[in-house]
Nanobody
Framework: QVQLVESGGGLVQAGGSLRLSCAASGRTFTNYALGWFRQAPGKEQEFVATISRGGSNTYYADSVKGRFTISRDNAKNTVYLQMNSLKPEDTADYYC???????????????????WGQGTQVTVSS
């Protein structure tokens, strides 16, 4: 069992930045690939970014590529999502997720993930 707790959400103006954090506890953190997903009001959940166990591989949704950066600190059992140049359409609840994975694997489908956090809300005002 892995417990995931997100933090760092809030209200920001368009063009601003936020950094989300997701702290993990439970099983060995380095056994898991991690991902960020988001769900806007009235919309389906969508993939945002993923990072492999060691952090060498990352993958982003086209909508955030070049603006968001996913990273992980395995010593702190934490994954981050640095969000720059935020747009109103980035407004959503953001969730981190963990998947038991082989080294180097990255995953962009929510069904692939085993554990989920409770989410943190991001609101971008225009």
């Amino acid at each position: 069992q892995v417990q995931l707790v997100e933090s760092g959400g809030g209200l920001v103006q368009a063009g601003g930045s936020l950094r989300l954090s997701c702290a993990a506890s439970g099983r060995t953190f380095t056994n898991y690939a991690l991902g960020w997903f988001r769900q806007a009001p009235g919309k389906e959940q969508e993939f945002v970014a993923t990072i492999s166990r060691g952090g060498s591989n990352t993958y982003y949704a086209d909508s955030v590529k070049g603006r968001f950066t996913i990273s992980r600190d395995n010593a702190k059992n934490t994954v981050y999502l640095q969000m720059n140049s935020l747009k109103p359409e980035d407004t959503a609840d953001y969730y981190c997720a963990a998947k038991s994975a082989y080294y180097g694997g990255i995953y962009s489908y929510s069904q692939q993930y085993d554990y989920w956090g409770q989410g943190t809300q991001v609101t971008v005002s225009s």
